[in-house]
């Protein structure tokens, strides 16, 4: 049975991908900082490790290991302070460097590294990007992982480590934070939102799809050396998605238009213009790569993978409110 180690187990990604892992027939070790944030994930070795950082000691987490998918990250903060890019680079891009370093002295097979679509900019114009366009990222934890990609490139080609390279666009799904949960809760709530002329293109990904994504990097010889931009295949308006989302939760869609240049002139005077941008702008993936390449196909649609994630949340007790 092959062995793969998880970082970032607790996770979002993690708790949704390491059933799936043991489902293919994986035996699955994780890594974590503290043994009670991994409670209820159902593997077969936990190793405690510290932060993640250009010292972390991960030696002990390697052995018998034949592939690695390492998700842990510092995340986008939104009120990060002035060393925003120093904290992320030691942990995205030295701590990303230190693991694919440490793999490849203990003979590990392949590498799977979750980066991300900001990679390639914060948004799209006439065409949607692709692996091959020059990388443009725009803040500290995009450069970071940026630079992680880069790296990995290059002790894979001086090791032999097989490394993968995922940029997923926004992920959704149950465990889901940040903005998604905000959208549940404001629909949840059948608060009205003046989106309702959004003509802007955004792909998604369902965390079920990454996840199978994933697993099919792991083996397949195709994959080896490879970037991929993926997705649902279902790119949707931000007013289609608030509609979508409203009719998985059993609510209304409550919209309004409003011109995009007054949501804009709002959305600065308040601080917020890149949340507004977010809203308003496209970004849009092309993923014929790895559908060509390694014949995938997501498992899941948007309909089913919004169901799962209505039905998550409910099921938190969120509690009624009625408008």
């Known amino acids: ?76 903060v939104m009120d990060d302070t002035a060393d925003a890019a120093q904290r992320h680079r030691q942990a995205n891009t030295e701590g990303t460097l230190r693991l694919a370093e440490a793999a490849g002295a203990a003979g590990v097979g392949r590498f799977v590294f979750l980066s991300t ?18 990388p443009t990222p725009a803040d500290p934890y995009a450069v970071s992982k940026s630079e992680a990609e880069t790296g990995l490139a290059a002790i894979a080609r001086r090791t032999g480590l097989e490394a993968v390279i ?32 959004a003509a802007n293109r955004r792909s998604l990904i369902f965390v079920g799809n990454l996840a199978d994504a994933i697993v099919g990097c792991l083996d397949h010889p195709a994959a080896v050396g490879e970037t991929y931009l993926l997705s649902d295949g279902e790119d949707v308006s931000t007013a289609e998605l608030v509609r979508h989302t409203a009719q998985a939760l059993g609510r209304p869609a409550r919209l309004f238009s409003m011109p995009g240049g007054i949501l804009r002139l709002a959305g600065s005077a308040v601080g917020k213009s890149a949340t507004v941008a977010r809203l308003l702008d496209s970004l849009v993936v092309d993923d014929g790569k790895i559908r ?32």
């Open 117 to 134: 679509v900001k990679v390639n900019g914060e948004r799209t114009a006439a065409a949607p990007f692709r692996e091959s366009d020059t």
């Open 1 to 76: 049975m092959k062995s793969i180690l998880v970082t970032g187990a607790s996770g979002f990604v993690g708790r949704a991908l390491c059933p799936v892992l043991r489902a293919a027939g994986y035996r699955v070790a994780i890594t974590t900082r503290e043994k009670a944030a991994v409670q209820g994930l159902d593997v077969d070795d936990v190793h405690v490790t510290s932060p993640l950082g250009p010292r972390t000691d991960w030696r002990p987490a390697l052995g018998g290991v034949q592939a690695v998918v390492h998700l842990a990250a510092r995340v986008h």
């Open 166 to 197: 995922l940029r997923p666009p926004l992920v959704y799904g149950p465990g889901v934070g940040g903005n998604f949960l905000a959208l549940l809760k404001v629909c949840q709530a059948r608060t009205p939102l003046p989106l309702a002329g």
């Open 292 to 323: 060509r390449q390694l014949g995938w196909t997501p498992p899941f649609t948007l309909t089913q993978g919004l169901s799962e994630t209505a039905a998550w949340f409910q099921a938190r007790g969120e509690g009624e409110t009625s408008q």
